[in-house]
Structure formats: C-alpha cells, structure tokens
C-alpha cells in the first residue's frame, strides 16, 4: 500500500500531537522540579565588612550594617569603645537594637535584653549574641567573623 496524502496528514498530526504532549509534560515537570531542588548553598563566610568611618558614631550610639545577608550591630559605648554582634536574637532570631538610654541591647519581639558584652540578661534570650570581632583602620570601622 502506497503512502498518501492522509497518511502524510497522520504523521504530522502525530507528530504534532507528540511535541504538544512533550512540551505539556516539560512545563509542568520543570517548575515541580525547580521546587523540590534547594538553592546552591551561599558561602556563609563573610570578609571584613566596613560599618563606616570612627566619626560616624557618637559615643553611646549604635549602627545596625548588613553582613553578608545577616544584620550586624555595631555598637560605641560610653568610653568610646567599639563592640559588634550579629543582630540576631537567640530567641527567635528577631533583629535586636541598642538603647542608649538603658545601655542594653533589647529585642522588640518578647522584651529580651542583653548587656554591652551581648550577654543574654533578661527576657527570653537563651544564649548570648555572637560576637563579631571589630579592627579600626584607618579612622574606619570594620567588622568581621570572630577566629
Ligand atoms: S525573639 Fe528576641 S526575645 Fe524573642
């Protein structure tokens, strides 16, 4: 039997038919798989990051800089020392600010406070802030993951 015109018509409608239902499968498979799949994982490590210059901050002041994706305190004390933590409550990681007038570091979220060595002193904190390690150079003030 020769191949006509309508076996032509079949094989293309088939063939049509056949990259519809592919294209169909694709676009439904490819955004359930870009679901399940974790983002790569972005190194955590963050170099020295730069809070500003040292005349910036009054004494007893404070800064909150971003550090790599996580919020950074930076804090001044009344003697003019320089402190710095990850701004990140021990609780349930809300993002803690300094009030000079108290001398504390205090969460919003459940009234957790911790003192100027980011030790948790009252409220629901269960552990004290981690600590970043704080170099001035150069009448600037850099920040950076304790050793
Ligand atoms: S999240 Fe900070 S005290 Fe609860």
Redesign the pocket.
């Known amino acids: 039997m020769a191949a006509g015109p309508a076996s032509g018509r079949r094989n293309f409608l088939n063939w049509l038919l056949g990259g519809s239902a592919a294209t169909f499968m694709a676009a439904v498979t490819y955004p359930v798989l870009k679901y399940l799949t974790p983002p790569p994982v972005q190194d955590v490590s963050v170099e020295a990051v730069s809070a500003g210059k040292v005349e910036a901050f009054a004494n007893n002041s404070s800064k909150i800089v971003k550090f790599g994706s996580r919020p950074a305190l930076v804090v001044r004390d009344q003697q003019g020392e320089f402190k710095a933590f990850l701004a990140i ?6 993002t ?1 600010q300094y009030v000079p007038e108290d001398y504390v570091i205090w ?6 406070k911790y003192d100027l060595n980011g030790i948790n002193v009252s ?3 269960p552990r004290p802030l981690t600590a970043l390690k704080v170099n001035v150079q150069d009448d600037e003030v850099f920040i950076s993951e304790e050793a």
């Open positions: 409550c021990t609780h349930l990681d809300c803690v969460c919003a979220c459940h009234n957790g409220g629901p904190p």
